[in-house]
């Protein structure tokens, strides 16, 4: 089992900034890729960023040029930082990581969610 722990959520007004972490712990074993995303009630949860282990990051295009996503899979922790914020960011935040386990189980872990909201 992987456990993920996510922190830095919380409110901002537009235009400003948060940064998210998310340290993996447990029978950690191989970190194929971290990430994050979000979702908001009624809608589908929906990719933010990804960062693979090879260094690799990959944003939806409502944050590109916004969103920066940082960390060391090696180190097994991840990064969101989040600028110029809008009211549409506004969301539950999961933190993700694509994991193979020693007997070759792929399997998408996350995290418990860290609610942020952009309003003024």
């Known amino acids: 089992q992987v456990q993920l722990v996510e922190s830095g959520g919380g409110l901002v007004q537009p235009g400003g900034s948060l940064k998210l972490s998310c340290v993996a712990s447990?029978?950690?074993?191989?970190?194929?890729?971290m990430g994050w995303y979000r979702q908001v009630p009624g809608e589908e949860r929906e990719m933010v960023a990804t960062?693979?282990?090879?260094?690799?990051?990959d944003y939806a295009d409502s944050v590109k040029g916004r969103f920066t996503i940082s960390g060391d899979t090696a180190k097994n922790t991840v990064y969101l930082q989040m600028d110029s914020l809008k009211p549409e960011d506004t969301a539950v935040y999961y933190c993700?990581?694509?994991?193979?386990?020693?007997?070759?189980?792929?399997?998408?872990?996350w995290g418990q969610g860290t609610q942020v909201t952009v309003s003024s």
């Open positions: 993700n990581a694509d994991h193979t386990s020693y007997y070759q189980t792929r399997w998408d872990y």
């Open positions: 447990g029978s950690i074993y191989i970190i194929n890729s």
């Open positions: 960062l693979a282990s090879r260094g690799g990051t």
